[in-house]
C-alpha cells in the first residue's frame, strides 16, 4: 500500500514540474544575445514559445546546421509540444553573418523560406510574391555557438488558402555545427 501512495504521490509531483521546465507561455521572451535557448513569436496574435512534455524527450527547440535538399542549411524550429504547434525556419546558407538580413522565399523551391505548422498538421508556408518574411541575424558568436535574432512572414496554406501571420518572433539559441 505504501508503495502505491509514493508511486502516486511521486506521479503527480513530476507531471506538475512542466512549469518548471517549460518558459511561461503568456508572454513572449525577452530578447537576449546570452545563449539563454529562448524563442518565442505570435501567430495571429497568439503567442507561442517552445513547451516539453515528460512523456517526449526531444528538445522543443533546436537550431542547427542540417542536411536539406542536399545541401547544407541553417534550421531554426520551435516547437508548442503540448499544443501541437511548429515554426521552423530555413536557411540555405552555411555561413551566417551577424548584422546580416535574410529573406524567405518559396518553400517548396528555395530553402531560403519558413513554414508554421499547427495543431490539425496544416502546414502554412512562405510563397513568393505575397507571402514572405524575413530573418534578422542581431548577434552570432561562431566560438561560443550563440546565435542571435528577429524574425516575422506571412504563410500561406494552398488547401483553404489561408494565410497565418507570424510576428514578433526574437530567439537566442545556443547552435550545433
Known amino acids: 500500500m505504501k508503495k ?3 508511486i502516486a504521490l511521486l506521479s ?3 507531471l506538475s514540474c512542466t512549469k518548471w521546465f517549460n518558459p511561461p507561455t503568456d508572454v513572449l521572451p525577452p530578447y537576449s544575445e546570452k545563449g539563454a535557448n529562448t524563442f518565442g ?3 495571429d496574435g497568439r503567442i507561442l514559445v517552445p ?3 515528460l512523456l517526449d ?3 522543443p527547440l533546436y537550431c542547427g546546421y542540417q542536411m536539406v535538399n542536399w545541401k547544407r542549411s541553417f534550421v531554426l524550429v520551435g516547437e508548442d509540444k503540448i499544443n501541437n504547434f511548429v515554426v521552423s525556419i530555413i536557411l540555405d546558407s552555411t555561413v551566417i553573418k551577424q548584422d546580416s538580413v535574410y529573406y524567405f522565399d518559396n518553400y517548396y523551391t528555395s530553402t531560403n523560406s519558413a513554414r508554421y505548422q499547427n495543431d490539425s498538421n496544416v502546414i502554412y508556408y512562405t510563397k513568393l510574391p505575397n507571402y514572405t518574411g524575413e530573418l534578422n541575424i542581431k ?3 561562431s566560438v561560443k555557438c550563440i546565435v542571435s535574432g528577429t524574425f516575422w512572414f ?3 496554406d494552398s488547401v483553404s488558402s489561408r494565410v497565418v501571420k507570424v510576428r514578433d ?4 539559441v545556443r547552435f550545433n555545427y
Not at 518572433?169 to 537566442?172: I, L, S, T, V
Open 41 to 43: 513569436c505570435t501567430v
Open 139 to 141: 548577434h552570432f558568436d
Open 154 to 156: 506571412d504563410a500561406y
Open 51 to 53: 513547451q516539453d512534455t
Open 4 to 6: 502505491i501512495v509514493f
Open 169 to 172: 518572433g526574437r530567439f537566442d
Open 12 to 14: 503527480c509531483l513530476l
Open 57 to 59: 524527450p526531444t528538445s
